[in-house]
């Protein structure tokens, strides 16, 4: 198993071959509140094609865990990041995709 380190790189790896810029504190924050799940090869990917994923993504993490109301600006965010990174990129790390819609949403704070 790859370690938090390696997995982190790989992941800033991804997002300059994307030309995004991140912050590399926030982005160890988002995937830290990942716990395990970034270590599993299914887990650590979202899969945008899969509209039950993106249903839990939005009702977990962006209302769950960043504490958001429902409504169509959560679907916009998430089509959002999933235009950015783009629909046919195999590799949308759930880390990276959850860092842009905290990013994307301004929940930056939730992570201080």
């Known amino acids: 198993m790859a370690t938090f380190a390696e997995t982190l790189d790989k992941y800033k790896a991804e997002m300059d071959s994307l030309g995004i810029s991140y912050d590399e504190a926030l982005l160890s924050a988002v995937a830290k509140g990942l716990g395990p799940a970034i270590y599993n090869d299914d887990s650590s990917r979202v899969s945008s094609s899969d509209p039950d994923e993106l249903a ?13 109301s429902d409504g169509p600006a ?6 959002a990041v999933v235009d950015q990174l783009g629909s046919s990129n195999r590799n949308k790390y759930r880390a990276i995709f ?15």
């Open 56 to 68: 839990r993504v939005k009702s977990s993490f962006l209302i769950g865990k960043l504490g958001l």
């Open 98 to 112: 959850y860092y842009l819609l905290v990013v994307k949403l301004g929940k930056q704070s939730v992570y201080a």
């Open 74 to 79: 959560l679907d916009d965010a998430i089509q």
